[in-house]
């Protein structure tokens, strides 16, 4: 099966920066961070697919960016924080979706534990 080790979270302050690291093993297609706030459903937030292909949440366009390293590594380089960032993170991946403009939690079925993001 897939296994999937989130970590990089902690505290920040507004207007800095964070990188979230996602070691992937096992076969998968598309990976993606979702994340969610108390008292408020999981959210997208960026996506990379088989090909390299990128999405993002609106508020993530332009302030973060998700990557791959050459060792399964996925990253989620995350600048500009602001409060309403913060939340706990998930790094997630799908059995079959190559790539997807919206990132739907149905779509991924191998999930990391979380690791929380605190910006103040």
């Known amino acids: 099966d897939v296994q999937l080790v989130e970590s990089g979270g902690g505290s920040a302050q507004i207007g800095g920066s964070l990188r979230l690291s996602c070691v992937v093993s096992?076969?998968?297609?598309?990976v993606a961070w979702f994340r969610q706030a108390p008292g408020t459903t999981r959210e997208g937030v960026a996506g990379l697919g088989d090909d390299g292909s990128t999405s993002y949440a609106e508020f993530a366009e332009g302030r973060f960016t998700i990557s791959k390293d050459s060792k399964n590594t996925f990253y989620l380089q995350m600048n500009q924080l602001k409060p309403e960032d913060t939340a706990m993170y998930y790094c997630?991946?799908?059995?079959?979706?190559?790539?997807?403009?919206?990132?739907?939690?149905?779509?991924?079925?191998?999930w990391g534990q979380g690791t929380q993001v605190t910006v103040s």
């Open positions: 096992g076969d998968h297609r598309m």
């Open positions: 997630a991946a799908s059995r079959w979706v190559t790539w997807a403009r919206e990132l739907l939690e149905s779509d991924f079925h191998f």
